[in-house]
């Protein structure tokens, strides 16, 4: 029904930047949040930043004043953009949004997951 496709991951040094793209498409009437979450191998999978309808934003500490959430409605596109990154960044970085839909007078809302892209960060 809603695609979610990420880009942008890669191998990149401690201290670099990447910036992660999330196009969105398919029957999409709203999106009610949108968020990028990661997951390291061992680990759970953890929210890193999220942004809601009306442009407001929250982070993971251990990102704050690092990564920006961003969004251009026009494109449904969603971004992360990366700085200063750890080796601790590395995981694999998932798209989520929850969107409503449309079909004739029904609407219904669902919560779609990419792929995921893998972000590695080197010493």
């Known amino acids: 029904q809603v695609q979610l496709v990420e880009s942008g991951g890669g191998l990149v040094q401690a201290g670099g930047s990447l910036r992660l793209s999330c196009a969105a498409s398919g029957r999409i009437f709203s999106f009610n949040a949108m968020g990028w979450y990661r997951q390291a191998p061992g680990k759970q999978r953890e929210l890193v930043a999220r942004i809601t309808s009306g442009a407001s934003t929250d982070y993971a500490d251990s990102v704050k004043g690092r990564f920006t959430i961003s969004r251009d409605n026009a494109k449904n596109t969603l971004y992360l953009q990366m700085n200063s990154l750890k080796p601790e960044d590395t995981a694999v970085y998932y798209c989520?949004?929850?969107?409503?839909?449309?079909?004739?007078?029904?609407?219904?809302?669902?919560?779609?997951w990419g792929q995921g892209t893998q972000v590695t960060v080197s010493s």
């Open positions: 989520n949004a929850e969107v409503t839909s449309r079909s004739g007078a029904y609407y219904y809302t669902n919560r779609y």
